[in-house]
C-alpha cells in the first residue's frame, strides 16, 4: 500500500479506497448472486467469476490510477457473486461444517500466500504492477479446475427473492456480524503493515508479521465452522473471538515492540471471526434457497458497512497525523461485533 500511494501519489483516505470499492462491489452486487443462481448452475457461475477476476487482476498491472481502480472493481464484483452462491451450494452438497470450514480456510490461505509474497513479489517485478498482475492466474487455474464441474453440472439453486427475510432479525443479526468483522479484517489487513512501520518495524518484516496474522487464521477459519455446526449456541465461541480481536490490536496500541505476539493473537480472533460469519447463514438457513438468500442479505448489507472501513481509518490518519486514533477506531469495530451477532448465535426452535 506505501509504495503504490507513493508512486501514484494517492493520499491515506484514497488509497483506502482500494480496498472500499471492491467491498462496495461485494456489497451491491451481493443480492445478484440466488438471482443469477435460480439460471445457471453455480459451477458455471463460478468458472465466469474466476475469469472476470484474472481479467481485473491483470488490468491492475497495467500501471496508472484508472487501470488500477478499474482492475479491482471487476476483480471485487466477480468475488462478489462468487461468495454469495458458494454458501448455497455447500448446503445443497451437505456436510455443512466441514465444507464451509474448508471455504473459510481457502479464503484465509489465499490473504496469506498473498500477505508473505507481496514484498517478494514487488522485489522480483522491481515494481507493485507485475506484483498485482500476477495473481490473475491463481483466477485462470480455479476457472480450469471448475470448467469439467460446470459441464457435469445442470442444476441451479431455487433462491427465492430476499425480500422476506428483511424483517427477519437473525438475518439482520448475521449481517451486521458480518459487516462489522469484515471492516475490522479489511481495515487492519489495509493499513497494520504501515502502522507497524511507524513504530520503527522495518518494511519487510511488517509485511512478514502481517502475513504470520493472516497465516495464524486458517486454523480457526476451518476449525470455528466445524465446532459451530455442532453447538446449539454460538455464544462462547463469539464472545472468544471478540475477546482475541480485541487483545490483538490493543496490544499493538499499546505495545507494538511486541508486535509478533500481538498478530498471532489477532490473527486467531480474525480467522474465527471469517469461519463464523460464513457458517451463520448455513446454520440458520432452513434450506439451500434460504441460504443463499440469507448469504446475500449478510454479504449485500454486510460489505456495504465493511466498504468504508479502510478508507475510515486512512482518512482518521490524515486528520490526526498518526496511527493510535484509527487504532481506537478499529477497537470500536471489534467490539461491536458481540451484539450485533447475539441474536443470531444461539438457535431459536420456534424461529430456526
Do not use: K
Request: glycine share 12%; proline share 7%.
Amino acid at each position: 500500500m506505501h509504495d503504490v500511494r507513493a508512486d501514484l501519489g494517492l493520499s491515506a483516505a484514497a488509497a483506502g479506497l482500494l480496498t472500499t470499492g471492491p467491498l462496495l462491489c461485494l456489497g451491491i452486487l451481493a443480492p445478484l448472486g440466488p438471482r443469477i443462481a435460480r439460471r445457471m448452475p453455480v459451477e458455471r457461475l463460478l468458472v465466469a467469476c474466476a475469469l472476470a477476476t484474472a481479467v481485473g487482476c491483470g488490468a491492475r498491472g497495467l500501471g496508472g490510477t484508472l487501470p488500477l481502480f478499474a482492475g479491482t472493481l471487476l476483480a471485487g464484483a466477480a468475488i462478489a457473486l462468487a461468495q454469495v452462491v458458494i454458501p448455497a451450494l455447500i448446503r445443497a452438497r451437505g456436510g455443512a461444517g466441514g465444507l464451509t470450514g474448508a471455504f473459510s480456510m481457502s479464503l484465509v490461505s489465499g490473504a496469506t500466500i498473498a500477505a508473505f509474497a507481496a514484498i517478494p513479489l514487488e522485489r522480483a517485478f522491481n515494481g507493485w504492477q507485475g506484483a498485482l498482475a500476477i495473481w490473475g492466474l491463481p483466477a485462470l487455474v480455479a476457472a480450469a479446475i471448475w470448467i469439467p464441474l460446470a459441464r457435469a453440472s445442470h442444476d441451479s439453486v431455487r433462491a427465492p427473492e430476499p425480500h422476506p427475510l428483511l424483517r427477519d432479525p437473525v438475518a439482520w443479526s448475521i449481517a451486521a456480524f458480518f459487516g462489522l468483522q469484515s471492516m475490522c479484517f479489511y481495515s487492519s489487513t489495509s493499513w497494520l503493515p504501515e502502522i507497524l512501520q511507524s513504530s520503527g518495524i522495518s518494511e519487510g518484516r511488517a509485511g512478514t508479521l502481517n502475513g504470520v496474522s493472516n497465516l495464524v487464521q486458517v486454523i480457526p477459519a476451518f476449525a470455528v465452522p466445524v465446532l459451530a455446526a455442532r453447538a446449539a449456541s454460538q455464544r462462547p465461541l463469539l464472545l472468544a473471538i471478540v475477546a482475541f480481536t480485541l487483545a490483538g490490536i490493543a496490544g499493538v496500541l499499546a505495545a507494538p515492540h511486541v508486535a509478533l505476539i500481538w498478530m498471532i493473537v489477532l490473527g486467531i480472533g480474525q480467522g474465527a471471526a471469517l469461519g463464523l460469519g460464513l457458517i451463520l447463514p448455513v446454520l440458520r438457513g432452513r434450506t439451500a434457497a434460504e441460504v443463499a438468500s440469507m448469504t446475500a442479505l449478510a454479504m449485500g448489507f454486510g460489505y456495504l458497512i465493511a466498504a468504508w472501513g479502510p478508507a475510515l481509518l486512512g482518512a482518521v490518519h490524515d486528520a490526526t497525523g498518526g496511527w493510535d486514533a484509527p487504532l481506537v477506531v478499529l477497537l470500536v469495530m471489534a467490539a461491536l461485533q458481540a451484539p450485533a451477532a447475539w441474536r443470531a448465535t444461539v438457535r431459536i426452535p420456534h424461529q430456526r
